[in-house]
């Protein structure tokens, strides 16, 4: 076993210390893996695949890169001159990639917090876009607006944006405002109103749906609608009962006013 104290030829360290350090390698690179599989049993029900494997993956080369820069440091390499270097390229590149980098940041705690998942129709306030998630990757995410046009928006924009998730909970309020004509009986145009509503099997009946006089505005009697309906078949309700209720409102003689302007000229 001499040979493990024997120095070797124009180098610094000992056989010995030449398979010591070896050992640290590779036994980084078995921590390495095991650290990636445990990571990825954890991660995968908080995040989609792909954003788990990238993690997975920087785990796993960071521990390798840790254990190599222990195993040459034991060596007595010295690395003065590689980090001055190092850091130097690393503050250039941190300035050229830091979008890239609030991206990528942006996008894990996407996939953790999970404000919006793929199929849901959203509302970015900030950026005035309403569309459905399609995908939702590392980098960036992609929305298909409401008239057809397939945007691509930055995760660092989505995630520090104001968003107005449409599908989040599985009830959602219909709000209408219908008028009606001062000389009408309002009684009997609310429970008209009421009856159409409750006979629409989509609209949920708890909470009980709404209908109130909210505004003496200057041509009309505003009546306030307010009902819930499942947030899949939001739209469609609502379509339906402004329809249903302008018919029976026709049907009932009750009039729906327009607006209308007196312009007086001041001459008697």
Do not use: C
Request: avoid cysteine; aromatic fraction near 8%.
């Amino acid at each position: 076993m001499d040979w493990i104290d024997t120095a070797l030829p124009g180098f610094g360290f000992t056989a010995g210390q030449l398979l010591f350090a070896l050992i640290v390698i590779v036994v980084g690179i078995i921590i390495g893996r095991i650290a990636r599989m445990t990571s990825g049993k954890l991660l995968s029900s908080v995040m989609s695949e792909n954003a788990s494997n990238l993690i997975q993956r920087i785990i796993y080369y960071t521990t390798i890169i840790v254990a190599t820069l222990a195993a040459l440091s034991y060596l007595g390499i010295d690395f003065t001159g590689v980090l001055l270097a190092g850091g130097i390229l690393g503050i250039v590149i941190g300035f050229a990639t830091q979008s890239v980098v609030a991206n990528l940041i942006s996008g894990i705690f996407l996939q953790i917090d999970k404000p919006v998942s793929i199929g849901d129709p959203i509302g970015i306030i900030d950026e005035h876009l309403y569309g459905v998630i399609l995908e939702i990757n590392i980098l960036s995410t992609s929305i298909r607006t409401f008239d057809g046009v397939n945007l691509r928006i930055p995760n660092e924009k989505l995630f520090t944006s104001t968003i107005h998730n449409f599908s989040k909970y599985v009830a959602r309020r219909v709000v209408i405002t219908v008028g009606i004509a001062y000389h009408e009986e309002m009684k009997k145009a609310i429970d008209i109103i009421l009856k159409t509503i409750n006979e629409n099997s989509l609209v949920l009946a708890e909470p009980a749906p709404l209908v109130y006089v909210d505004e003496l505005s200057d041509s009309s009697v505003n009546l306030s609608i307010r009902m819930w309906a499942p947030s899949s078949v939001w739209f469609e309700v609502r379509t339906e009962i402004v329809q249903q209720i302008k018919k029976v409102l026709d049907e009932a003689g009750i009039e729906i006013p327009f607006p209308q302007r007196v312009i007086w000229n001041g001459k008697s």
